[in-house]
């Protein structure tokens, strides 16, 4: 990874704001989630951060589901082994740290469900992401890609998800996300 590129990702040091009481007024992880995982499902948090998602999908998949929890900085797993062992949820979550050039998915396939949420604009090569993602995904599976208004406009938008639809993900539905793009893909049955 460059120093450009590590510039881009927000770091472990800053993370605090992103599991404050006011983001989830803002963007609250159930209510985003709702409907899309349940229990016994496999998922991934793609750029897991400090866990925001991780916890509310390790409450979705239940004691018989699993989330690997994916991030590019150890530090930022370190916060999330932290807040899942306080809440009783560490068996429920695989601790994986990616490198710059891939998610390693491959060994967690087949999924249920994956989320990238305010992470594909840190990314380097999102056409890479996208054919990891699809081939993580089981037939049918589903992946919720949410990106922030703030950071990626209209025309980065429509190139990101012009990317998955080019490795096969079918956009299913347009999803409101507060102050974000969002949608959600799916892989195709057949």
């Known amino acids: 990874m460059s120093p450009a590129d590590a510039a881009s990702v927000c770091s472990a040091e800053h993370a605090s704001w992103l599991s404050t009481p006011l983001r989830r007024l803002i963007t609250d992880p ?3 989630l709702r ?3 349940s229990g016994g ?6 750029g897991c951060g400090p866990g925001y998602f991780t916890l509310p999908l390790a409450e979705a998949v239940g004691g018989s589901g699993q989330v690997i929890a994916v991030d590019l900085q150890a530090a930022m797993l ?3 082994r932290e807040r899942a062992t ?3 949820l560490l068996e429920r979550i695989e601790l994986q740290r990616c490198g710059p050039a891939s998610l390693g998915l491959s060994e967690a396939a087949p999924l249920d469900f994956v ?3 305010w992470m594909v604009h840190e990314v ?10 699809c081939a993580a995904l089981r037939p049918g599976g589903r992946f919720l890609l949410v990106e922030p208004r703030g950071h990626v406009g209209q025309a980065a938008w ?3 998800v012009q990317a998955a639809e080019a490795v096969g993900l079918s956009v299913v539905e347009r999803r409101r996300v507060a102050i974000s793009r969002a949608a959600l893909l799916e892989r195709p049955a057949t």
């Open 30 to 32: 159930r209510r985003i």
């Open 124 to 133: 380097p090569d999102a056409a890479h992401l996208m054919a990891e993602v």
């Open 78 to 80: 370190d916060k999330v």
């Open 86 to 88: 306080r809440s009783g």
């Open 115 to 117: 989320l990238a949420f």
């Open 41 to 46: 499902d496999r998922v991934a948090d793609l």
């Open 158 to 160: 429509r190139r990101t």
């Open 35 to 37: 409907g899309l995982v």
